[in-house]
T-cell receptor, first 113, second 114 residues
Framework: AQSVTQLDSQVPVFEEAPVELRCNYSSSVSVYLFWYVQYPNQGLQLLLKYLSGSTLVESINGFEAEFNKSQTSFHLRKPSVHISDTAEYFCAVSGGATNKLIFGTGTLLAVQP | GAGVSQTPSNKVTEKGKYVELRCDPISGHTALYWYRQSLGQGPEFLIYFQGTGAADDSGLPNDRFFAVRPEGSVSTLKIQRTERGDSAVYLC????????????FGQGTRLTVV
């Protein structure tokens, strides 16, 4: 069975400060890892994903995440956040033939001016 | 279409009634997923279609829930004898069906059972 843990339900941060959103997973099989973002009143959008190869993956808007197999983590980071980054962020894992996603409970990133 | 479309966007129904939620996937996508997102939770997997067939329905909570995709495109999630605990946002996603390709989500249907 697979599961995802996002320990922080809400992360308040000031604009231009760095941020880390934590994600830990458990799985008995090889996994593929994802971060999805949900902006207010919008649907889920893929932010970035790790399938194989380099353990550091980046998004087009400055976020990055590093797959750490020994710590079973896939933390999301950004060196300097903007007000527009305010959203709910979901970590997810998939593995197996169906590609179904198992999501964490989400972390609300609240960027303050 | 341009994206995954779900209708209605909001549905209020009385306890015990039957409801249908519709999902129009991206044209050409063979894989279709239904998820349920309760307040304060992440989306939970319900069912997965590859083409017309339900390849994995292990997430359906009980036999009141059923989904179809008769022509391999539009899908309908059906809930019988609704209960207040069924209140949630129901999300649909589609993908090309190739391994580990991106799943595109609709904006969901917010179901409220009163």
């Amino acid at each position: 069975a697979q599961s995802v843990t996002q320990l922080d339900s809400q992360v308040p941060v000031f604009e231009e400060a760095p941020v880390e959103l934590r994600c830990n997973y458990s799985s008995s099989v090889s996994v593929y890892l994802f971060w999805y973002v949900q902006y207010p009143n919008q649907g889920l959008q893929l932010l970035l994903k790790y399938l194989s190869g380099s353990t550091l993956v980046e998004s087009i808007n400055g976020f990055e995440a590093e797959f750490n197999k020994s710590q079973t983590s896939f933390h999301l980071r950004k060196p300097s956040v903007h007000i527009s980054d305010t959203a709910e962020y979901f970590c997810a894992v998939s593995g197996g033939a169906t590609n179904k996603l198992i999501f964490g409970t989400g972390t609300l990133l609240a960027v303050q001016p | 279409g341009a994206g995954v479309s779900q209708t209605p966007s909001n549905k209020v129904t009385e306890k015990g009634k039957y409801v249908e939620l519709r999902c129009d996937p991206i044209s050409g996508h063979t894989a279709l997923y239904w998820y349920r997102q309760s307040l304060g939770q992440g989306p939970e997997f319900l069912i997965y279609f590859q083409g017309t067939g339900a390849a994995d329905d292990s997430g359906l909570p009980n036999d009141r829930f059923f989904a179809v995709r008769p022509e391999g495109s539009v899908s309908t999630l059906k809930i019988q004898r609704t209960e207040r605990g069924d209140s949630a946002v129901y999300l649909c996603a589609s993908s090309s069906g190739q391994p580990n390709t991106e799943a595109f989500f609709g904006q969901g249907t917010r179901l409220t059972v009163v």
